[in-house]
């Protein structure tokens, strides 16, 4: 699976906009893009995932460059419980890896009052 | 969604001795997985557990020293064997829903492991 690299730490207004880099340049063409993030003390949290084109749910958006060589993890309107580590995660969907994730370091978001 | 459930959820043990982690998810699912978090560090993969076969564990993790159990398909155990202060982690289980993908996957609140 292709590496991945995230800044090791964030910070953000609440209220406002988080934007989570992630760079993975190794990326391969059947390789999805997967975040989850983990909040103090509890089991981490699935967030959203990709392909290549930007995907929406009710917790985030995600937006893949064309070249799929990085993304953004957007949350459009931090709240203090979004105080988490957040991880992107690069898995193939099947073949060896199927299921298997690989946690990087991850990003610490810390939203501020 | 689902509920998965993880006993205990913290314990304190000597060395030498043993311990085994149950985890129990409340909805149909199809892979369970166990994780390793140890103080400060992001989650490792220990292996996956199989239904009703042994289980499949990644490089550095031996079935002697984190025998597995899955008797069934919502219902997963993990033994840490011969305990050292070293095994002091935070022990995580996932598992993946029938009607998801696998790669989405929920996870157990976790147990929180203190070798003495």
């Known amino acids: 699976d292709a590496k991945t690299t995230q800044p090791t730490s964030m910070d953000c207004a609440e209220g406002r906009a988080a934007n989570l880099p992630c760079n993975h340049s190794?990326?391969?063409?059947?390789?999805?893009v997967y975040w989850y993030r983990q909040i103090h003390s509890q089991g981490p949290q699935y967030i959203i995932h990709g392909l290549k084109n930007n995907e929406t749910n009710e917790m985030a958006s995600l937006i893949i460059t064309e070249d799929r060589k990085s993304s953004t993890l957007i949350l459009p309107h931090a709240t203090l419980r979004d105080t988490a580590v957040y991880y992107c995660i690069v898995i193939n969907a099947g073949g060896t890896s199927y299921g298997k994730l690989t946690f990087g370091q991850g990003t610490i978001l810390t939203v501020h009052p | 969604s689902a509920v998965i459930s993880q006993k205990p959820s913290r314990d304190i043990c000597q060395r030498g001795t043993s311990l085994t982690i149950q985890c129990q998810v409340d909805s149909q699912v199809t892979m369970m997985f166990w994780y390793r978090q140890q103080p400060g560090q992001s989650l490792t993969l220990i292996a996956t557990a199989n239904q009703g076969s042994e289980a499949t564990y990644e490089s550095g993790f031996v079935i002697d020293k984190f025998p597995i159990s899955r008797p069934n398909l919502t219902f997963s155990t993990l033994t840490v064997s011969n305990m050292s202060p070293e095994d002091s982690s935070i022990y995580l289980c996932?598992?993946?829903?029938?009607?998801?993908?696998?790669?989405?996957?929920?996870f157990g609140p976790g147990t929180r492991l203190t070798v003495t």
């Open positions: 190794t990326i391969s063409g059947n390789e999805y």
């Open positions: 996932s598992a993946v829903l029938l009607a998801g993908g696998p790669n989405e996957q929920y």
